[in-house]
């Protein structure tokens, strides 16, 4: 005796899904693959048709970020060098007239200045003359830029007579032939 058995509508692959579906859902899925890449190529430059500087990842660290002005045709010394120690809590300007730096989070005690409606000791500066804690009025600072360049803890960052130095414990710039400057870190705001 011959057995019969009813036809089969089409087999079931992936969770029930039929091989017409199976197909659509794998060629959806190069399909997204391909664009994504794209996409990832066009957002990061593609073949260097973009002449900007590229920006670090978050965490990653890089030469601090020099720009100068040249008056000539002669190559010019850097005349501002900026960049973020490494927690990004604190972020610095060092050009060949002052040092400034700023902190995001900060839990120093600051002597009160009964003049200024805003913060002080969250934005230091040293020049020639000396050092001091600006009134910052409006937003306060916030952590660094991502990509800002990073001073690695240990290191030091000259812009003419200017000198920052990156610790664990915080940032010191001094104007070097004064020996005049600040330290700045979460605990600690003060001026020497």
């Known amino acids: 005796m011959e057995q019969t058995h009813a036809p089969v509508a089409g087999r079931r692959f992936l969770g029930g899904l039929s091989p017409r579906m199976t197909a659509f859902v794998a060629i959806d899925a190069v399909l997204l693959l391909g664009f994504l890449a794209v996409l990832a190529f066009v957002l990061t430059g593609g073949l260097g048709g973009s002449t900007e500087q590229e920006t670090p990842a978050a965490g990653a660290s890089s030469r601090p970020t020099q720009t100068s002005s040249p008056a000539s045709d002669e190559p010019a010394e850097a005349s501002t060098v900026t960049f973020a120690l490494p927690s990004g809590n604190i972020a610095c300007e060092v050009g060949s007239d002052a040092a400034t730096c700023t902190i995001a989070n900060s839990t120093a005690t600051v002597p009160a200045d009964e003049t200024c409606a805003g913060v002080v000791g969250v ?7 000396g050092a001091a804690m600006p009134c910052v009025e409006g937003a306060a600072p916030g952590a660094a830029a ?13 812009v003419g007579d200017f000198t920052c130095t990156s610790s ?3 940032v010191t710039c001094k104007h070097d032939p004064t020996g005049k400057g600040f330290k700045l870190a979460r605990a600690t705001s003060e001026l020497f």
Not at 146 to 158: F, R
């Open 123 to 129: 934005k230091l500066t040293v020049t020639a003359e």
């Open 146 to 158: 991502e990509g800002t360049a990073v001073l690695e803890y240990g290191q030091s960052e000259t």
């Open 168 to 170: 664990s414990t915080g």
